[in-house]
Nanobody, 117 residues
């Protein structure tokens, strides 16, 4: 059974930082492409960042220079370090896992991030 469990969300003031974690089980983690998505109220889910099984990263323009995605294959965990947070970063953040073949697609339950003074 595949499980992706996010943690680390919360309320933070503008300019603050948070680190999200996603612990995976039931998959061969080191081979999977991992990603973070987010969905704000009334908006579509959007891709925030990806990291390949080789460690190559990609970011949405809106978070470049502020967010960093990383992975620890020994811990089956992917992280999203979020700095210089803005109110427009407020959303539910979801962890995503898929194999390079794109034959499967797994989601976590989401963690709320609220940026507000």
């Amino acid at each position: 059974q595949v499980q992706l469990v996010e943690s680390g969300g919360g309320l933070v003031q503008p300019g603050g930082s948070l680190r999200l974690s996603c612990a995976a089980s039931g998959i061969f983690f080191s081979t999977y492409i991992m990603a973070w998505y987010r969905q704000a109220p009334g908006k579509q889910r959007e891709l925030v960042a990806t990291i390949t099984n080789g460690g190559r990263t990609n970011y949405a323009d809106s978070v470049k220079g502020r967010f960093t995605i990383s992975r620890d294959n020994a811990k089956n965990t992917v992280y999203l370090q979020m700095n210089s947070l803005k109110p427009e970063d407020t959303a539910v953040y979801y962890c995503n896992a898929r194999p390079p073949s794109n034959t499967r697609n797994y989601w976590g339950q989401g963690t709320q991030v609220t940026v507000s003074s």
